[in-house]
T-cell receptor
Framework: SQQGEEDPQALSIQEGENATMNCSYK?????LQWYRQNSGRGLVHLIL?????REKHSGRLRVTLDTSKKSSSLLITASRAADTASYFC????????????FGKGITLSVRP | ETGVTQSPTHLIKTRGQQVTLRCSSQ?????VSWYQQALGQGPQFIFQ???????GRGNFPPRFSGLQFPNYSSELNVNALELDDSALYLC?????????????FGPGTRLLVL
């Protein structure tokens, strides 16, 4: 089953604009991670935020986490055509195993 | 980029056959996880291996099995292939199962079952 639900399912923006993607999840987590996937290939890890953190930055990426609402957002500032990809949030649920539970993903298209 | 490699990149099999997919983890990573990603979906956790022992399994039948070797390589075996097994299979390695570390994904093997 997929715990993470990303919103919107698809997003199309102009180069230079900001892109905001949201993720909601259902159970308690150790951390939440965002990944990018180009053309159905391997996943590239973007950023990890732990359950006791509220905001984290990495370059043009800003991620927030609200554990009370069980939601996270990923902001990509000053988007580029190269940011065109699918983006997934993945949660590391509390429990015995270190598996990741992924959502269905968001397709981001950045128009040059 | 991630130091994780998978082989083959593409594979075509027929229903009922068996397949073995291979993964080479980053050096020093003692944990490997396998995921199945159907078209248009997010990856689904199959199982994880830690120090050559299975350390958790997702909702997949026993015909999905795995092995992990001391040289940081691992295998995913699928018996009695079904059409719905067609997917991208991803392996991901991480440093330690207890540290909830970032997982590093390979490029995947795309399996088509006819």
């Amino acid at each position: 089953s997929q715990q993470g639900e990303e919103d919107p399912q698809a997003l199309s923006i102009q180069e230079g604009e900001n892109a905001t993607m949201n993720c909601s999840y259902k159970t308690s987590i150790n951390n939440l991670q965002w990944y990018r996937q180009n053309s159905g290939r391997g996943l590239v890890h973007l950023i990890l935020i732990r359950s006791n953190e509220r905001e984290k930055h990495s370059g043009r990426l800003r991620v927030t986490l609200d554990t009370s609402k069980k939601s996270s957002s990923l902001l990509i500032t000053a988007s580029r055509a190269a940011d065109t990809a699918s983006y997934f949030c993945a949660t590391d649920p509390t429990g015995a195993n270190s598996k990741l539970t992924f959502g269905k993903g968001i397709t981001l298209s950045v128009r040059p | 980029e991630t130091g994780v490699t998978q082989s083959p990149t593409h594979l075509i099999k027929t229903r009922g056959q068996q397949v073995t997919l291979r993964c080479s983890s980053q050096s020093g990573h003692n944990t490997v996880s396998w995921y199945q990603q159907a078209l248009g979906q997010g990856p689904q956790f199959i199982f994880q291996y830690y120090r050559e022992e299975e350390n958790g399994r997702g909702n997949f039948p026993p015909r999905f099995s795995g092995l992990q070797f001391p040289n940081y390589s691992s295998e995913l075996n699928v018996n009695a292939l079904e059409l719905d097994d067609s997917a991208l299979y991803l392996c991901a390695s991480s440093l330690a199962v207890t540290k909830k570390e970032t997982q590093y994904f390979g490029p995947g093997t795309r399996l088509l079952v006819l």
